[in-house]
Nanobody, 128 residues
Framework: QVQLVESGGGSVQAGGSLRLSCAASGGIDSVNCMAWFRQAPGEEREGVAVRYTGGGRIYLADSVKGRFTISQDNAKNTVYLQMNSLKPEDTAMYYC?????????????????????WGQGTQVTVSS
């Protein structure tokens, strides 16, 4: 059973930066696709960033391209979401997700149904 624990959320002013961390444990040897999703109040959960941990392939949602990056530290079994130039519309609960096997194409990999495991989330609030 894969466990995912997010950290690094908080409150920041517009234009600021945050780095989220997702520490994975338990049966992760077969996990090759990890992602970050976010959900604002009253909105559906949306995919933000995906990384194929077996090869480095990355997908980013259009809304965050040029501002967010996703990276990994294999020694720590951790995936990061570096968020720069934050906007009030980035305010949401951010979730880490993991899938067995490879990532799919960019559209599918940004959909919730691709992922079997989820963390509890970490809140990001951006004030104007």
């Amino acid at each position: 059973q894969v466990q995912l624990v997010e950290s690094g959320g908080g409150s920041v002013q517009a234009g600021g930066s945050l780095r989220l961390s997702c520490a994975a444990s338990g049966g992760i040897d077969s996990v090759n696709c990890m992602a970050w999703f976010r959900q604002a109040p009253g909105e559906e959960r949306e995919g933000v960033a995906v990384r194929y941990t077996g090869g480095g392939r990355i997908y980013l949602a259009d809304s965050v391209k040029g501002r967010f990056t996703i990276s990994q530290d294999n020694a720590k079994n951790t995936v990061y979401l570096q968020m720069n130039s934050l906007k009030p519309e980035d305010t949401a609960m951010y979730y880490c997700a993991a899938a067995y096997g490879s990532c799919a194409g960019p559209y599918t990999s940004l959909q919730q149904y691709w992922y079997e495991y989820w963390g509890q989330g970490t809140q990001v609030t951006v004030s104007s």
